[in-house]
């Protein structure tokens, strides 16, 4: 797949269309998230010095040593924020499938606020727990921050357009989301010295969990595969200027499977391709708020029909599904 044939949506131009117009664009946002669930998202207007400044900071972290690196490392194994360093996750292992640790270390860190009246102790114990930041680089927090709002924004305007393409208000997501319990990760795969070992990968085989994936890979940057709908394995390419973006497990619950949360990984290419040098990417992993009920939307569900899935509530089950993929060794 190049960049050429991968779909790119143009979020600007729904934003200022009108009512027939936002349906029409929506309809093809609709048809794609059927087929792939992977989209590029253009015109989405987050700053240019947001995303260089978290560029800048994210790679100053992970060149530092690891020592370094460690001083703002998580404390224990399943605790969601921090400095996980390598040999620490098997993203395999949330479809119950045991791999080597992927090839990979990555900072991550969750919400910037506690809302008011959040009294739930698994919520503050797991997706408001405290970010850990590291003492360097200098400016690294404030960057992150930055780029962790744009993110924020930037998804709940993504919503919108999800909403009208299965033919609902264009805000009805709204309430859902109003206090999302997301979490940002930078994500560094170290240049390659020694072959990787039977069966592991950069990143392994796994869907998302959320509603949605904002993801800006480096560019020029190869490795991102997702299932096509034939299932053969297909290369995502960076698109200049766009970020990707791909559907989680919850937005395929909410729509009984009518969207996909497509199956993906980070491969090793070959050394001739760049295969053993370093790559790095920056994923915000977009949740509705902790308390939601994601229940079968009505209009996806055949008349006279059963919806596939039971509700679940969206904190409780990433808490779930996080704690599956992280290993014994604590990092």
Known sequence: MSS???????????????????????ATVDAICRSTGFLAIANHGVGEDVIAGIWEKARAFFDQSPDEKQ????PFPGYPYGYLGPGTEALAKSRNVDTPPDLKESFNGGPLAVPRGMVDPEALGFCYAATIWPEKPEGFADAWKAYYRSMEE?????????AVGLGLEEHFFDRYVDAPISALRALNYPEQTVAPQP???RAGVHTDYGSLTILLPEPGSKGLEIVAPDGSWTAVPPVPGAFVINIGDLMALWTNDRWVS??????????????????????????????AEIACLPSCVE???????EPVLSGPYLMGKFKSTVTAKAG
């Open 199 to 201: 069966g592991q990968l």
């Open 154 to 162: 930037l998804a709940s305007r993504i919503m919108r357009v999800f």
């Open 303 to 309: 008349p006279g029909a059963a919806p596939k899935y």
């Open 262 to 291: 497509t199956m993906h990984r980070v491969v090793n290419p070959p050394p001739e391709e760049g295969g053993m040098k370093r790559r790095q990417s920056l994923a915000f992993f977009h949740q509705p708020n902790w308390s």
């Open 71 to 74: 001083g703002a490392k998580a």
């Open 4 to 26: 050429q044939s991968f779909p790119v949506f143009d979020l600007g131009a729904f934003e200022a269309a009108g009512v027939d117009e936002k349906k029409r664009l929506g």
